[in-house]
């Protein structure tokens, strides 16, 4: 049963989560409080990996200020950990505390905990209550909890366009279609990513550098080049001494040796259609533990992930302008029919001035994800 504060306290944990974006990867956002007689005992979100998870954290912070956690009730936005990591069990460490209830927002469909956290605290007498406010707590672990589900991560491409859908003028002009407060937002996506990913063409217009520059973060994502025939210029700026990831089917030794020196990894991937298999690489991608992937790409690579079922999720800034016949923001092979289109569902909008962003997705993906968080 829901008690009347739950609410309010798991949006406590929820926020606490979230104040740890950028720093937790390659585990789980996760955010706790500690609550006894309506008084906030105690918080904490998971720090970086081999730090104290959230509910160690929430256990300290309530016991520096001199707080008996017993009969107390703890919030916690993913099921407790049962298994040694980098760290002890937090279930261990919540059961010493004796509380009277733990509120849990989502399970961890990770193989290693799969239920056992829960079933863990109900062995030893504690009320336990799942599922609270659970797709809140999905949606700061997409990527998370789809690498422990399917392998891969989740993956989203950020694209920015005209009123008409266009993203390019035939000239190639395409730079500041959207405001300044778009593109700026653009950056908090790819600061929550593990992995920016965009294409050889992208490299070959703009030069861009594809790092987190307009806010703060303790850390960068991987950038990562799809790169059919190895073709990229060693003098790209992208190569800037931090990591980039080159996939490609094209191996060239001497070259690979000489981008290697540059912090540059090149990944030979098979080949599927005259091109990098997609699929091939978010697997690895998963395999390297990457829980999100924003992709910043043109048509080219935009319309191989889409026809390929590999965007999980659109993140699309339109700008109130009409640009007609000029580039579209998807190549794809031409359609006769309706029902031949790439259906998603929109389930967020939000005005950034002049600019609107609108966010969509795969819905039976997203599905599938929060079916596997809820706790039977
Ligand atoms: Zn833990």
Same mark, same amino acid.
Request: charged letters at 20%.
């Given at each position: ?11 406590? @944990?929820?926020?606490? +989560?979230?104040? #740890?974006?950028?720093?937790?990867? &390659? /585990? *789980?956002? !996760? $955010? ?63 059961? @010493?505390?004796?509380? +009277?209830?733990? #509120?849990?927002?989502?399970?961890? &469909? /990770? *193989?290693? !905990? $799969? ?80 992995? !920016? ?180």
């Amino acid at each position: 049963m829901n008690q009347p504060d739950d609410f309010y306290w798991m949006n406590k @944990a929820l926020e606490q +989560a979230a104040s #740890v974006m950028f720093v937790t990867t &390659p /585990n *789980p956002r !996760v $955010g706790c409080v500690i609550v006894k007689n309506r008084q906030l005992l105690g918080q904490g979100a998971t720090q970086k990996a081999g730090g104290p998870h959230a509910e160690v954290c929430a256990i300290h912070n309530a016991q520096d200020n001199g707080h008996d956690l017993a009969g107390s009730t703890f919030y916690v936005t993913l099921e407790p950990c049962s298994h040694y990591g980098k760290t002890p069990p937090c279930v261990d460490a919540i059961i @010493a505390a004796r509380p +009277a209830r733990v #509120v849990i927002a989502m399970a961890d &469909p /990770n *193989p290693l !905990v $799969g239920g056992r956290g829960i079933a863990r605290l109900q062995e030893a007498g504690i009320e336990v209550h799942c599922n609270l406010l659970a797709e809140q707590a999905l949606a700061l672990n997409p990527g998370f909890i789809s690498r422990m589900l399917t392998g891969r991560p989740w993956v989203w491409t950020k694209l920015a366009s005209s009123l008409d859908g266009r993203m390019a003028l035939y000239n190639g002009q395409s730079q500041w279609i959207t405001s300044a407060a778009a593109r700026a937002d653009g950056h908090y996506w790819r600061a929550r990513s593990c992995v !920016v990913l965009t294409g050889l063409g992208t490299v070959l217009h703009d030069d861009p550098l594809m790092t987190v520059r307009s806010l703060a973060t303790p850390r960068q994502p991987v950038r990562a080049i799809i790169d059919s025939r190895f073709a990229v210029p060693e003098t790209a700026r992208i190569f800037n001494g931090e990591p980039v990831w080159v996939f490609t089917t094209h191996l060239d030794e001497a070259k690979a040796a000489r981008l290697l020196a540059k912090n540059v990894q090149l990944i030979v991937m098979p080949e599927k259609n005259g091109h990098v298999d997609l699929d091939a690489v978010l697997a690895w991608m998963g395999k390297q533990q990457i829980n999100e992937v924003h992709v910043e790409a043109g048509p080219g690579l935009n319309g191989a992930l889409l026809q390929a079922g590999l965007l999980d999720e659109l993140l699309l800034y339109m700008a109130p302008k009409i640009l007609g016949d000029a580039h579209g923001l998807f190549r794809l092979p031409v359609l006769n029919e309706l029902d031949q289109a790439y259906q998603f569902d929109f389930f967020e909008t939000q005005t950034f001035a002049p600019d609107l962003r609108l966010r969509a997705r795969l819905q039976n993906r997203w599905d599938t994800l929060l079916n596997s968080v809820v706790h039977k």
